[in-house]
Antibody, heavy 123, light 111 residues
Framework: QAQLQESGPGLVKPSQTLSLTCTVSGGSISSGSYYWSWIRQPAGKGLEWIGHIYTSGSTNYNPSLKRRVTISVDTSKNQFSLKLSSVTAADTAVYYC???????????????WGQGTLVTVSS | SSELTQDPAVSVALGQTVRITCQGDSLRNFYASWYQQKPGQAPVLVIYGKNNRPSGIPDRFSGSRSGNTASLTITGAQAEDEADYYCNSRDSSGNHLPYVVFGGGTKLTVL
């Protein structure tokens, strides 16, 4: 059973780049047909999909964040990463990594999820 | 990309049945998946696709779809079902690399 764990700085200054890593255990990140995903949740609010990187290495991002987001994978470390540039206080949230899977192009689900990591944007 | 709309809050008496809904244009073509989130915890998948339950999820949880509305039904709600529930779907763009959208979430209170 795969397990995911986020890591990275809990505090980022405004205008800087937020960088997080998700370490995958219990399976190879390069096997199967999965969407390795980042999802965030501001305090007291709902979930927001940030984007994903497919097993092939192709990426797709939320249009509202696309100009600032990069998701990459390091297969040698079994990790994938998120970079979000030019952050503001509005980017303060719990950031989750999750494994996405799609069936017959008709539905997509996320399981498992990491425990989440709080990132605060403040000077 | 599409939007998914959920009622902000729903309540149910202990042992009764409750339906949590999720509306959106993308649901005419694609199935929703549902997640349960308790305070301070990561979301947990409870239903995916037409009506599939991951291992370990009680069979009182079920899913359905009609038109542009997906529903999560809890038959015989238990106190431990009190949580926030989120739906998600893919949207119509990017067949192989879909965009993803989440509903705003529904807070379920078990009375």
């Amino acid at each position: 059973q795969a397990q995911l764990q986020e890591s990275g700085p809990g505090l980022v200054k405004p205008s800087q780049t937020l960088s997080l890593t998700c370490t995958v255990s219990g399976g190879s990140i390069s096997s199967g047909s999965y969407y390795w995903s980042w999802i965030r949740q501001p305090a007291g609010k709902g979930l927001e999909w940030i984007g994903h990187i497919y097993t092939s290495g192709s990426t797709n991002y939320n249009p509202s964040l696309k100009r600032r987001v990069t998701i990459s994978v390091d297969t040698s470390k079994n990790q994938f990463s998120l970079k979000l540039s030019s952050v503001t206080a509005a980017d303060t949230a719990v950031y989750y990594c999750a494994r996405g899977e799609m069936f017959s192009s008709s539905f997509l689900w996320f399981d498992p999820w990491g425990q989440g990591t709080l990132v605060t944007v403040s000077s | 990309s599409s939007e998914l709309t959920q009622d902000p809050a729903v309540s149910v008496a202990l042992g009764q049945t409750v339906r949590i809904t999720c509306q959106g244009d993308s649901l005419r073509n694609f199935y929703a998946s549902w997640y349960q989130q308790k305070p301070g915890q990561a979301p947990v998948l409870v239903i995916y696709g037409k009506n599939n339950r991951p291992s370990g999820i009680p069979d009182r949880f079920s899913g359905s779809r009609s038109g542009n509305t997906a529903s999560l039904t809890i038959t015989g709600a238990q106190a431990e079902d009190e949580a926030d529930y989120y739906c998600n779907s893919r949207d119509s763009s990017g067949n192989h690399l879909p965009y993803v959208v989440f509903g705003g979430g529904t807070k379920l209170t078990v009375l």
